[in-house]
């Protein structure tokens, strides 16, 4: 990808530095989820691949993008780094960003729900269904909370 000059000042004037976090952050048009974006002709850019291209080149087919800051509107090339979706996901996990557990909005169940369904399972004589029934979740959700596959964290 190659940048008019236009495009490159516009880049250039668009974030502001934060002298608390060193972060760069992207003062321009943003979308809704706080990534900044960049109009480059035809195409809408993610702001932070722009930087990252700047500085490092081009980005390997299958990767994408990561902020170690995890400030979405940052565009500080030292803030970022290239890596896999997958390494991307294990990052924010590691940083306790992910949405397991309690975190899910779709959650139903607390902790000490789920360790309640396993000792209830364990020293109890219910079936999978009674419990799903008493906690007001699906045969499978007991099943993987059981069998460790679900609610990992607890």
Not at 4 to 30: D, L, P
Not at 31 to 47: D, E
Not at 56 to 81: A, S
Not at 82 to 102: F, V
């Amino acid at each position: 990808m190659v940048l008019t000059e236009r495009q490159m000042n516009r880049f250039k004037h668009g974030y502001i530095v934060n002298e608390k976090t060193g972060c760069w952050e992207w003062a321009s048009a943003r979308y809704p989820n706080g990534f900044g974006l960049l109009n480059a002709g035809p195409k809408i850019l993610l702001a932070h691949s722009v930087s990252c291209i700047l500085k490092h080149g081009k980005i390997p087919k299958g990767k994408v993008v990561c902020h170690k800051c995890d400030n979405k509107p940052c565009v500080n090339p030292e803030h970022l780094f290239i890596g896999t979706q997958a390494e991307n996901l294990e990052d924010m996990k590691n940083k306790g960003r992910g949405s397991d557990g309690e975190k899910n909005g779709m959650a139903v169940l607390s902790p000490r729900s789920v360790r309640l369904i396993r000792l209830i399972r364990k020293f109890g004589d219910f079936t999978y269904e009674e419990i799903a029934a008493l906690f007001g979740v699906s045969y499978t959700c007991v099943q993987l909370i059981v069998s460790k596959k679900g609610w990992k964290n607890v």
